[in-house]
């Protein structure tokens, strides 16, 4: 509307005994909350969150997920890449615009605190008089997420460890911060069923209205199928952009993605449904049941059980629907942003499994990804050489590797070194899937991009073919995302404008994964960031800089 507003939000994170699944646990709350409080702005306002951190021996970094930071690369929150970690007791002000419409998202972006319960929503609306090129009466966010007993610490630990220890499938999965674990067997002290911390979330609706549900995803590790019984959703969003509407009964999640999905309450309204969530592409089947929240028709009672079983998932994998889910988002008539016809760059970019002196790694190109101490946005704009690796990392794999089979030599390096962008040109990334060191599997990947949305250009099964696959790209109305799955054995092709000046991580969003290396940093345009708060100093060689 006219003249943009200002939205400032106060937090205070720290650790909180929760029970989100009923199970008590130290949780990472802002403001007393997990999830935490939902940004609410309109398309060009400046948000300011004033964060506390009150963790008294933890530092903490927030990511504002989705939104691109242009002119504020400081305000990423990426700690290792645009900050150094705020420290215990100091107050950090995050600082940036919100410059396009949609469904976003924060939360913590140090170490594997993400997983710890610090994450939230952020919704941004149109300008005054402008209208989204679909109907709603009612907008309503649901995150959905993964959950673990055990601390982010204890995981940490032992997937550094050797032997090395797998974080394995989550205990539980939450619907907005709610989930139900089997307390039958523990004391009520540490799991009580009747807490009402793990009611499960419930979403009143009016019978004939139509709402739109903002459901995104921010697990650990899991794959998700969001599904509400007996009712279709209409996906109209994906990632802040709109898409080609199509309908479907389950919708796939995978980490870091949003939706918007219309659903209209058009069932018999004498009675309540369920609405679920349950893994796929992991074998969870013996260790995570589905999470249970309630459609709750309007006067029924909030508390009064569907009286049919829940809808199980479809099955966990089953593939070919979550290719097809992926190949039919595309961008909607009127709000096509046409990609450059063609790329500068292409940058071939091989996903595995590895091992390094017996440790468990995932690494790109055989190159597993460690972040440095000295945050690369400042080592790069005040030239401090030594902060990071200075060999770029490659942009090819062996053409020979077989990524149908354990990789024979599953040997990679270890690197920080980060890849230089030109300003304003045009780069192509396609993320390669391989065989994992288990046999005969190969997982999903959900990449984020920071500092950018990416055109989607395609997707495809087995080994990308740089003469052929290019040929079936997608240039009339590509959808752009800022998170996209690559499939088992397939491979996933982007393109985006190297042109907000930066450094941008790029990254599985598998949180144990970008732990164990699954990631790199983008740099474009160093020269053109302007003087850097000294605020985002105080580690490594940034030092020098807030010493008197
Ligand atoms: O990184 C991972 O390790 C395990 C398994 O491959 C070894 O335990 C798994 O499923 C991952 O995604």
Redesign the pocket.
């Known amino acids: 509307g006219e003249g943009a507003r200002v939205r400032v939000y106060k937090w205070e994170v720290k650790y909180e005994y929760k029970s989100p699944d009923c199970y008590k646990k130290l949780a990472i709350t802002i403001n007393g909350r997990t999830p935490g409080p939902t940004i609410v702005a309109q398309q060009g306002d400046t948000v300011v969150v004033e964060l506390t951190n009150s963790l008294l021996t933890e530092n903490v970094a927030i990511h504002w997920h989705g939104i691109r930071q242009i002119g504020t690369p400081w305000s990423d929150g990426t700690e290792g890449v645009t900050q150094c970690p705020i420290l215990p007791g100091d107050t950090f002000v995050y600082r940036f615009v919100v410059d396009r419409p949609g469904s976003y998202l924060y939360h913590a972006h140090y170490g594997m605190q993400r997983e710890a319960g610090l994450y939230g929503a952020i919704r941004v609306s149109l300008p005054d008089g402008e209208r989204e090129p679909y109907h709603y009466d009612y907008d309503r966010t649901i995150i959905l997420n993964d959950w673990y007993h055990k601390s982010a610490y204890e995981q940490a630990t032992g997937l550094s460890s050797k032997p090395?220890v797998?974080v394995g499938e989550p205990q539980s999965l939450l619907i907005h911060g709610r989930g139900r674990f089997n307390c039958s067997t523990m004391d009520a002290a540490t799991c009580n069923a009747t807490n009402p911390e793990c009611a499960p979330y419930t979403l009143t609706v009016v019978p004939g209205k139509t709402y739109r549900l903002r459901v995104s995803s921010l697990t650990a590790l899991s794959a998700l199928s969001f599904q509400i019984e007996g009712h279709n959703m209409t996906v109209v969003e994906a990632d802040g952009h709109n898409v080609v509407p199509f309908v479907v009964k389950n919708l796939f999640l995978y980490s870091g993605e949003t939706y918007s999905v219309l659903v209209t309450a058009d069932q018999d309204p004498s009675r309540n449904y369920w609405a679920t969530s349950s893994i796929v592409g992991r074998n969870a089947t013996f260790t995570t049941p589905p999470a249970l929240s309630v459609i709750n028709y309007y006067p029924n009672h909030l508390r009064r059980a569907p009286p049919t079983r829940p809808p199980a998932g479809p099955v966990w994998n089953d593939v070919a629907p979550r290719l097809s889910q992926s190949l039919a988002i595309k961008a909607r008539e009127g709000y096509i942003h046409a990609p450059p016809a063609a790329s500068d760059r292409v940058i071939v970019l091989l996903n595995t499994?590895n091992r390094i002196d017996g440790y468990?790694k995932?690494a790109v190109n055989n190159v597993s990804f460690t972040l440095p101490h000295t945050p690369y946005l400042i080592a790069l704009k005040h030239r401090l050489l030594g902060a990071f690796d200075q060999t770029p990392p490659p942009e090819n794999f062996d053409p020979a590797h077989d990524i149908y089979s354990v990789a024979k030599n599953p040997n990679a390096t270890t690197s920080n070194g980060l890849y230089r962008l030109e300003f304003n040109s045009t780069v192509d990334i396609i993320l390669q899937n391989a065989n994992?060191?288990?046999p005969n599997n190969s997982?999903t990947h959900p990449w984020h991009l920071h500092g950018h949305d990416f055109w989607v250009l395609g997707y495809g099964e087995g080994k990308f073919d740089i003469e052929k696959d290019p040929k079936s790209y997608n240039l009339v109305n590509p959808i752009m995302k800022n998170t996209v799955p690559v499939h088992p054995y397939g491979w996933t092709a982007l393109r985006f404008r190297a042109d907000n000046p930066g450094a941008w991580a790029f990254h599985c969003h598998i949180e144990?994964?970008f732990y164990?290396g699954m990631g790199l940093v983008f740099e474009e345009g160093i020269d053109r960031v302007g003087k850097l708060p000294s605020s985002i100093m105080g580690c490594g060689k940034t030092r020098q800089f807030t010493s008197p």
């Open positions: 090395f797998w499994q468990m995932w994992s060191l288990t997982e144990a994964h164990m």
